[in-house]
Structures are given as C-alpha cells and as structure tokens.
C-alpha cells in the first residue's frame, strides 16, 4: 500500500533556531517529492519538487534532500522566524500508468517557532 | 499571474440550502482539482478535471456536483449537505495533470465551509 509517514507529528522550537522534519514514503513506482507549506486556514504553498535523480533542493532558507534508495526524504528549515509556523506536508507522486499520476499525502508535521 | 483565487473565503450554510464554491485560475492550466480537507488532516482528493472533462471522481457523494464552464473556472455546487461536510475546501491546478515532474500543483486559499 502507498504510505507517506512524516514525523514529528508536531514540533516547537525558538525563533532562530534550525530543525529538521522527516518524511518516509513506500510509494512504488516513485515519480517525485513535493513539500508543502500551509498556514492554518490557508492553502497549500510549494516548497520543493525533487524526482528520483535530485539528492538536494533548496528554496531559501529551506532545504529539502531526498534518498530514493532508504525512501526517505527531509525537509531542513535554517534560522526559523515566526513566519515559519506552519504545517509541513510531504507529498509522494508515483507513476500509475499510462502517463498517469496519483498523489500520497502525508499527514504533516504541525511546526510551531516561538519568541 | 501566479494565482488561484476561490470565492467566498467563509460560507455558513444550512442542510436544505444550495450553493456554489469558485475557483478561478489564469495561468493557462488545463488540469483543475478540489479537494476537502479536515482539521488536522491532510487534504483528500475529490474531483481532477482535464481539459474541462471530469477525468477523476473519488466516489464523492451526488450532493457534490462539480463544474467547470471553461478552461479558467471550477465550481463546486453544494445541495443537501450534512454537517459532517463541514470542512476547508481547496481548488488547485496544474500545467497538465499532477504528479507529474514538472505539474507543480497551485492551490487557492480554500473556502471554510461550516454546515448547521
């Protein structure tokens, strides 16, 4: 079965600081890894799509690494502001034929930058 | 225009009423989606349109009609709705369909539907 896994579900940290999300994915075949940013209330915004050559992307202070082989893939946010909380979704798009796409959300991880 | 606009922001609407969600886009893409998303959940597909032809359905239930009039414009028309409907619905597009390496999905703002 087709499975996002993001951890932590939910994650504080002071304003400034760095962290790391996870997200593991056993979607087959693998097409390519999308973050989401969403505030609450708000649709999602895109952060990062890497396909299966891509290790590494960057968009500012974010960046996103992907393993393809162990299935995984994080999300690391430097020198957090305020503006950062937010849920962060990972997203797993597998190729279901014919030129066909379907789309696995994870759960997300609820991120909360304090003063 | 990088956007995708929904109207209106907040709807309250009763069991026995209709209504319609829009969704407007103008950045030439022929894939459009809705999608519903409850609090503290991730958002779940309900409708894709490509080249304004219902291509998916996710067994969504008939007091969801979606639309879409033109390459630019989704609606989703509303009737008989239980409160368990209550919930955020997004539009997104795409290029062409989603999923693919290079259809980046756009989503709207959502519309906040509560159901009494």
């Known amino acids: 079965k087709n499975q996002v896994e993001q951890s932590p579900q939910s994650l504080i940290i002071l304003e400034g600081k760095n962290c790391t999300l996870q997200?593991?994915?056993?979607?087959?075949?693998?097409?390519?890894l999308r973050w989401y940013k969403q505030d609450t209330g708000r649709g999602p915004v895109s952060l990062t799509i890497?396909?299966?050559?891509?290790n590494t992307k960057s968009n500012g202070r974010y960046t996103a690494t992907l393993d393809a082989d162990t299935k995984q893939s994080s999300l690391h946010i430097t020198a957090s502001q305020l503006s950062d909380s937010a849920s962060y979704i990972c997203?797993?798009?597998?190729?279901?034929?014919?030129?066909?796409?379907?789309?696995?959300f994870g759960k997300g991880t609820k991120l909360s930058v304090i003063p | 225009d990088t956007e995708v606009t929904q109207t209106p922001k907040h709807l309250v609407m009763g069991m026995t009423n209709k209504k319609s969600l829009k969704c407007e886009q103008h950045?030439?893409?022929?894939?459009m989606y809705w999608y519903k998303q409850k609090a503290k959940k991730p958002p779940e597909l309900m409708f894709v349109?490509?080249?304004?032809?219902?291509?998916i359905n996710e067994s969504v239930p008939s007091r969801f009609s979606p639309e879409c009039p033109n390459s630019s414009l989704l609606n989703l028309h509303l009737h008989a709705l239980q409160p368990e409907d209550s919930a955020l619905y997004l539009c997104?597009?795409?290029?062409?369909?989603?999923?693919?390496?290079?259809?980046?999905?756009?989503f709207g703002p959502g519309t906040r539907l509560t159901v009494l």
């Open positions: 997104a597009s795409s290029r062409g369909l989603a999923g693919g390496p290079t259809n980046e999905q756009f």
């Open positions: 997200c593991n994915y056993t979607v087959s075949p693998f097409s390519n």
């Open positions: 890497m396909t299966f050559s891509e």
């Open positions: 997203v797993v798009s597998y190729d279901s034929g014919a030129g066909s796409y379907q789309l696995t």
């Open positions: 950045m030439g893409h022929r894939a």
């Open positions: 349109y490509s080249y304004e032809k219902l291509s």
